[in-house]
């Protein structure tokens, strides 16, 4: 406590001298908020430590939600102290620091408690001397050249550590690994295969120290060029010194069958420049899915009649059907997919081609390094997250291949910029181009596409970039350099000057310009937005169906003869499942095929406390006959207690959830539930316990909330009291209207407890507005969340 109210001092006296005429501070600032900044006080830049556990710790002011990023990898929330209430307070966190070496970078991030956009801490650089956490560095050449003979294909690898080696192996055409032993002059792998075909051999080599630590080289495309057959008799005859035990993919395999290989799992010969030489196909409607949605269909085979029952499905809302789906394939509960599940990922895609889908791969998340990759110094964990696709391409049949790729890398994001600009602008279309040239060289026709706000060519931020030798809008270079672009044009309207069809008009007109037809999709939102900006405007779910596909039946309108248009992308999946026609009593969803067979038990549940208030819960996935929709997480503080409304504690639709407002120095157990898309409740799981940390800090509540509609306005009233004693408290309460409504307020409570907010205006005969709470403050007391009276209330009224 001594050494907050000493850091809280420090800030005061900042602000101060901040005042003082002739003296300047330099304090870190977003552009959200220039009284909101984060610290690190705990090491200074380039401060040398030792492996263990490094005490991180610092200040803050004006943001929430704090995260500490280590290289792009490591995202974890930290710990935040604040008694007072007052978003002035001090973190800290525990970095294991046991398997680094080298250089780290740390950075935290936060959200500005007004504006709720992003708030970023200096960047921080700590070096760590340990030896046994070094990775090896890996590099795959060939001595011939990228062009050679099939029979004379050598491959050098070279490999830099500081560790002796126990193990060197070599990947081609993404077949099994093959142990390579060194030689005089490191390691080499020289092999001949029987005729072929022109092809592409994807090359890649990892090696593992006598630690265990296994670094991974980037990919090597070696061009193949056909030569008259030879050895047909013993296609298994090589050369002196070559390895007869060669373990290629079944693609690889076809090739050398000799002239009656099946054409289907032929490579393309490559393209002739970086940007598309051949017709983009058109993508209408397309649907992003994320990760918590993208495993399942691939682990569980049923899911997927879930998913082309409602993409297909023409007549609930009377839309158009979904024919393109961006399936995210980045690390999901510790697995990947394109390696882990390569058998299974080919055979999701063969059943999406033969339901007629075009499948794309989805690259996207924070960090690892999605919109880190923008920074130069990611480049290399940018390009290798790309080329896990393109090797996967290389080593599967036409069938089961992907037919493009959705890059979501979102540069804006980053701290800089704004105030660095061009710099990171140019080092994004330096990474983006990058990726292309690796495109270029895999041989592969697959469609790279670039996910881009629907600034990119207004702000300022993105104007005059130049780059290539030329000064564009940002948006503009982008279109010369991916295939094709999708606008995050999240906006609930189609018309005004903010609207989704002006605000396409540039990237149209800009694609005709350059001739690439077919290359400007339009993305729309549809999930609840809770902590954007402007939550009212970005999504449609406030609006429902029905009403966005009449707006999008207006794009159609002014779009569908652009020579240039590639369709409407749906953002996501999971949303989209549950997305009302409309809010209130007329209101009705997609409805499954008809299931009655509940999901399979819950298995794997874990629980770990984070601080003296939260927990978080984990577990694995369920399997069902259909598809699961979700898992419901249930909370008592017995080992024995029942599940049901009583001890209902939230829903995740993911394999994580954090159970937040709980008492301190409380010991809690949890029951894990799955929940299938016809709303099939499947067995609890095992009981799972964690308990909190001790704290002084008293919990308050929510007393009572209610909410009624008048005059076109939803107007909700809450009070707030202390737990123990239901005396009130003074608090500051931030939320947000829900379900037909989106307006974030900001407000404090009077004397007696009381808050009250009213919604924007929502004219309407029938309907329904609820309030969700975000986060409440008072001084010396914590939002105890758990033990408010769910679910919310919501105001419902109108006639069916």
Same mark, same amino acid.
């Given at each position: 406590m001594m050494l907050l109210q000493i850091r809280k001092y420090v800030l005061v006296l900042m602000a101060v001298v901040l005042l003082l005429p002739g003296i300047c501070v330099r304090i870190p600032i977003s552009h959200a908020q220039a009284g909101a900044f984060i610290t690190l006080d705990s090491h200074q830049n380039g401060q040398a430590i030792q492996p263990g556990v490094a005490e991180l710790f610092g200040t803050y002011s004006g943001v929430y939600d704090l995260q500490l990023i280590v290289n792009g990898k490591i995202i974890a929330d930290v710990l935040m102290d604040d008694p007072n209430g007052d978003d002035i307070g001090s973190w800290s966190y525990k970095l294991d620091t046991s398997q680094l070496d080298g250089t780290i970078e740390l950075v935290l991030k936060g959200n500005d408690t007004v504006s709720r956009y992003g708030i970023w801490s200096p960047w921080t650089h700590l070096n760590i001397d340990n030896p046994a956490a070094h990775i090896p560095e890996v590099q795959v050449t060939s001595s011939s050249g990228p062009s050679q003979q099939l029979n004379k294909l050598d491959i050098n690898i070279t490999v830099e550590g500081r560790n002796p080696l126990s193990l060197v192996e070599l990947r081609v055409g993404g077949g099994e690994w093959l142990q390579v032993p060194?030689?005089?002059?490191?390691?080499?792998?020289?092999?001949?295969?029987?005729?072929?075909?022109?092809?592409?051999?994807?090359?890649?080599?990892?090696?593992?120290?006598?630690?265990?630590?296994?670094?991974?080289?980037?990919?090597?495309?070696?061009?193949?060029?056909?030569?008259?057959?030879?050895?047909?008799?013993?296609?298994?005859?090589?050369?002196?010194?070559?390895?007869?035990? #060669? %373990? +290629?993919?079944?693609? =690889?395999?076809?090739?050398?069958?000799?002239?009656?290989?099946?054409?289907?799992?032929?490579? !393309?010969?490559?393209?002739?420049?970086?940007?598309?030489?051949?017709?983009?196909p058109d993508q209408d409607r397309a649907i992003w899915i994320w990760e918590n949605a993208s495993y399942p269909l691939i682990l569980n085979p049923n899911s997927r009649e879930v998913l082309s029952s409602m993409a297909k499905d023409t007549t609930t809302f009377q839309q158009r059907p979904i024919t393109t789906l961006y399936l995210a394939v980045g690390q999901y509960n510790g697995t990947k997919m394109?390696?882990?599940?390569?058998?299974?990922?080919?055979?999701?895609?063969?059943?999406?081609?033969?339901?007629?889908?075009?499948?794309?791969?989805?690259?996207?998340?924070?960090?690892?390094?999605?919109?880190?990759?923008?920074?130069?110094?990611?480049?290399?964990?940018?390009?290798?997250?790309?080329? #896990? %696709? +393109?090797?996967?391409? =290389?080593?599967?049949?036409?069938?089961?291949?992907?037919?493009?790729?959705?890059?979501?890398? !979102?540069?804006?994001?980053?701290?800089?910029?704004?105030?660095?600009?061009?710099?990171?602008?140019?080092?994004?279309?330096?990474?983006?181009?990058?990726?292309?040239?690796?495109?270029?060289?895999?041989?592969?026709?697959?469609?790279?596409?670039?996910?881009?706000?629907?600034?990119?060519?207004?702000?300022?931020?993105?104007?005059?970039?130049?780059?290539?030798?030329?000064t564009k809008w940002l948006s503009e270079h982008i279109q010369d350099t991916a295939d094709y672009i999708s606008i995050m044009n999240y906006r609930d309207q189609a018309e005004g000057s903010a609207g989704i069809i002006a605000q396409a008009l540039n990237e149209l007109a800009y694609a005709n310009k350059i001739g690439k037809l077919k290359s400007v999709v339009i993305g729309v939102e549809t999930k609840d937005i809770a902590d954007g900006g402007d939550p009212e405007t970005i999504s449609f779910h406030e609006e429902g169906r029905t009403y966005m596909e009449k707006e999008l039946n207006k794009v159609y309108d002014v779009f569908l003869n652009d020579s240039a248009f590639g369709g409407i992308a749906l953002h996501h999946y999971s949303s989209i499942l549950d997305f009302p026609s409309e809010w209130g009593p007329g209101g009705y969803t997609w409805q499954p095929p008809a299931d009655d067979e509940p999901p399979s038990t819950v298995q794997g549940a874990a629980a770990a406390a984070f601080d003296f208030q939260r927990i978080h819960i984990t577990y694995d996935m369920a399997m069902d006959n259909a598809a699961v929709n979700s898992y419901r997480i249930y909370r008592g503080t017995e080992a024995d207690f029942h599940i049901?409304?009583?001890?209902?504690?939230?829903?995740?639709?993911?394999?994580?959830?954090?159970?937040?407002?709980?008492?301190?120095?409380?010991?809690?157990?949890?029951?894990?539930?799955?929940?299938?898309?016809?709303?099939?409740?499947?067995?609890?799981?095992?009981?799972?316990?964690?308990?909190?940390?001790?704290?002084?800090?008293?919990?308050?509540?929510?007393?009572?909330?209610?909410?009624?509609y008048s005059s076109g306005i939803a107007t909700v009233t809450v009070k707030m009291v202390d737990m123990v004693t239901r005396e009130p408290v003074t608090a500051k309460i931030s939320g947000r209207f829900t379900h037909m409504a989106g307006k974030y307020v900001n407000a404090a409570t009077n004397a007696e407890g009381l808050f009250q907010a009213q919604s924007e205006t929502i004219p309407a005969l029938r309907g329904e507005i609820g309030f969700l709470p975000r986060r409440i403050m008072a001084d010396s007391y914590y939002w105890a969340s758990a033990y408010d009276q769910l679910p919310y209330p919501t105001v419902i009224w109108g006639e069916p």
């Open positions: 060194p030689s005089k002059k490191g390691y080499h792998y020289k092999f001949k295969l029987p005729h072929s075909r022109q092809a592409v051999y994807s090359l890649e080599a990892r090696a593992t120290d006598t630690f265990g630590n296994t670094g991974y080289s980037q990919t090597f495309y070696a061009r193949v060029s056909p030569h008259p057959r030879e050895n047909s008799s013993n296609p298994a005859s090589v050369t002196e010194n070559v390895y007869q035990d #060669q %373990i +290629l993919s079944p693609a =690889l395999v076809g090739l050398m069958e000799g002239d009656n290989a099946s054409m289907e799992n032929k490579p !393309e010969a490559p393209t002739s420049s970086i940007s598309s030489s051949y017709p983009l394109l390696e882990d599940n390569r058998k299974e990922v080919q055979q999701f895609i063969e059943w999406g081609h033969r339901e007629g889908f075009q499948v794309q791969a989805l690259i996207a998340g924070g960090t690892s390094p999605p919109y880190f990759g923008a920074y130069q110094r990611y480049h290399t964990q940018a390009v290798k997250e790309f080329e #896990q %696709i +393109l090797n996967y391409n =290389l080593a599967s049949g036409t069938s089961a291949r992907f037919d493009g790729v959705n890059v979501d890398t !979102e540069p804006y994001i980053l701290p800089d910029f704004k105030t660095a600009k061009p710099s990171v602008q140019i080092q994004y279309l330096d990474m983006l181009q990058l990726l292309m040239e690796r495109k270029e060289a895999s041989g592969l026709h697959l469609s790279v596409g670039a996910a881009i706000p629907r600034w990119y060519d207004t702000s300022a931020d993105a104007s005059d970039i130049p780059w290539n030798g030329e049901g409304p009583n001890t209902y504690a939230g829903t995740s639709k993911g394999l994580s959830y954090k159970d937040s407002g709980l008492l301190p120095d409380t010991t809690y157990y949890y029951k894990i539930t799955a929940v299938d898309i016809g709303g099939n409740e499947g067995t609890p799981s095992m009981a799972v316990s964690a308990t909190t940390a001790p704290s002084s800090m008293k919990p308050m509540v929510i007393d009572h909330m209610n909410i009624v």
